[in-house]
């Protein structure tokens, strides 16, 4: 018989947001509409608890610290693979209009954007291997552990779903501008390749 006792491995908030994300994502999908505000979120919501249930079905044999890292890249390339699929079918919705993506970033944007993205990322990365073993019972002050356990009921179990999938959102940030910037770069290289008379 199925237990929905909470708390639960994946809670309510992971739950809600990943329904929203499909809902909006299919939806942009289906009608063509495109990159829209709430299908470019749905991107990583989407990208987040997929890497995240993959590796708590399949957990790898490896640190705790790599599985994060490898996770939020996984999860920030994959975010921008659903974020283009959804910008080829607006595209190829009108032939009038092309992909174009610019060949030159803001490089300011880019450096603040990464210092952000990276201050987040090893403050977060930091406090989830601090307590990435630690279960509210194991808290010292019965206080703290009457609170993780009310966050749990919210949040979802802390484990390794919670963990990865929570971590995903702040390595996307981080990861998701450099892998970006270095596919525009190698498509500006590439077309100018081609457009250089031999």
């Not at 994300?21 to 991107?43: K, M």
């Not at 910008?87 to 174009?100: E, F, G, Y």
């Not at 610019?102 to 990276?118: C, F, N």
Request: glycine letters at 6%; charged letters at 15%; proline letters at 6%.
């Amino acid at each position: 018989m199925l237990d929905l006792s909470q708390p639960w491995v994946i809670g309510p908030v992971a739950w809600l947001a990943t329904i929203a994300a499909v809902i909006s994502f299919l939806g942009s999908l289906i009608t063509r509409r495109g990159l829209t505000a709430g299908s470019l979120l749905s991107c990583p919501a989407l990208a987040a608890f997929a890497v995240a249930g993959a590796l708590y079905l399949w957990p790898p044999p490896t640190w705790p610290l790599l599985t994060v890292l490898l996770a939020q890249v996984t999860s920030a390339i994959l975010s921008i693979m659903l974020g283009f699929l959804l910008r080829s079918v607006q595209v190829s919705k009108d032939s009038a209009h092309h992909l174009k993506i610019r060949p030159r970033p803001d490089l300011q944007l880019v450096r603040k954007t990464l210092l952000y993205g990276m201050a987040l990322l090893v403050l977060w990365d930091g406090l989830t291997m601090i307590f990435y073993h630690t279960r509210c019972e194991d808290l010292t002050y019965s206080r703290d552990a009457a609170r993780c356990m009310n966050g749990e009921m919210i949040m979802g179990v802390h484990g390794p779903f919670s963990n990865v999938y929570y971590a995903c959102y702040f390595g996307i940030l981080a990861f998701a501008v450099p892998i970006w910037v270095g596919f525009m770069m190698l498509r500006h290289w590439a077309t100018r390749s081609e457009e250089t008379p031999k």
